[in-house]
């Protein structure tokens, strides 16, 4: 974004999480990048997102879309999730009870109406560096353990547990590794798909 682009680009950005919207829109303001940032509510779906986006794209225009395809991090939340709360209670507000793929990323961009022969995939990787797996395991439990329902009296009997759980899983689970300097390096991996509107 920083290597000018073109005077007559505009991009809409999208998230369900407000907090990361707020975070998006600041760095626009601060850099003057041509575009701005919205939440949107996705209790129909993700199809109907992708239908809502086609609808408003023009022809010729261009969407990104993105989902986790591996989480160490969702894993290790859902499971303190299952093991202090079951499997029967509400679901955590940011965090999907699976892992998503390509091919349902492609399926819900073609339910949306891209063509499946206009839309191209790759993944790509992202890292996280965590200095204090404690310290880390207790912020997100703090900030993504939180269900539909909010925190309960049974989360407070829980909570080290919960936390202790996701130090556990963060500190064994796949793709993940400490470095030189003895941080632990999570892997995440994004599946990105790029379809075009005619």
């Known amino acids: ?5 073109p005077k007559d680009i505009q991009i809409d950005a999208t998230d369900v999480n407000e907090g990361l919207v707020k975070a998006c829109n600041t760095m626009v303001e601060r850099n003057g990048w041509p575009f ?4 949107f509510n996705d209790d129909e779906g993700a199809a109907a997102a992708a239908r809502h986006i086609y ?3 023009k022809p010729g225009g261009i969407a990104i879309a993105t989902v986790w395809i591996t989480s160490p991090r969702a894993d290790a939340l859902r499971h303190a ?5 079951g499997r029967s ?6 965090v999907p009870k699976e892992n998503y793929d390509r091919s349902l990323l492609q399926a819900n961009l073609t339910d949306g109406g891209f063509k499946k022969e206009n839309i191209s995939f790759f993944d790509k990787d992202a890292f996280l560096r ?3 797996l404690a310290r880390y395991s207790q912020l997100l439990w ?8 909010g925190w309960s009296e049974a989360d407070e009997d829980n909570w080290e547990k919960a936390v202790s759980e996701i130090e556990k899983e963060l500190s064994r689970g796949y793709d993940i590794a400490k470095n030189e300097k003895g941080e632990t390096m999570v892997r995440i991996t994004t599946c990105v798909g790029i379809a075009r509107k005619e």
Do not use: V
């Open 1 to 5: 974004m920083a290597s000018n682009p």
């Open 36 to 39: 701005k940032a919205q939440s």
């Open 55 to 57: 609808r408003t794209l």
């Open 81 to 85: 999730h299952y093991l202090t709360r």
């Open 89 to 94: 209670g509400p679901m955590l507000g940011w």
């Open 130 to 132: 965590i200095s204090d």
């Open 142 to 149: 703090s900030y993504l353990g939180r269900t539909s329902d």
